[in-house]
């Protein structure tokens, strides 16, 4: 919020989901974590794509699993954080994407 983006939370990718859907017009991207409960990040990228195909979708990890960035990649997902990262990092990619998606 400190950049100028309006951000919803959500704890878990179920929530998330539902934000979206809920707000469709107004989420241009979406953080998420790889490990959460509920849905876990790779099945929330999956519903995501399907539902909004050209949604940016920043994947966050605190462990590299090339397995899991691959399967991500094949979904649509391009953007991969490591934690820990610095915010501006975040705030490099989240501006990119979403000058890209227009």
């Known amino acids: 919020?400190?950049?100028?983006?309006?951000?919803?939370?959500?704890?878990?990718?179920?929530e998330a989901l539902a934000l979206v859907v809920s707000h469709p017009a107004e989420v241009k991207a979406v953080v998420t974590d790889i490990m959460m409960p509920?849905?876990?990040?790779?099945?929330?990228a999956h519903d995501l794509k399907q539902?909004?195909?050209?949604?940016?979708?920043?994947?966050?990890?605190?462990?590299?699993?090339?397995?899991i960035q691959a399967k991500l990649k094949g979904l649509g997902v391009e953007s991969f954080l490591?934690?820990?990262y610095p915010s501006?990092?975040?705030?490099?990619?989240?501006?990119?994407?979403?000058?890209?998606?227009?």
């Open 1 to 14: 919020t400190q950049h100028g983006y309006q951000v919803l939370l959500a704890a878990n990718g179920k």
């Open 38 to 44: 509920v849905m876990d990040g790779v099945a929330l």
């Open 51 to 67: 539902m909004h195909p050209q949604m940016p979708v920043i994947a966050c990890t605190g462990w590299g699993q090339e397995g």
């Open 82 to 84: 490591e934690k820990p």
């Open 88 to 102: 501006e990092e975040l705030l490099t990619i989240l501006h990119n994407q979403v000058t890209l998606a227009g």
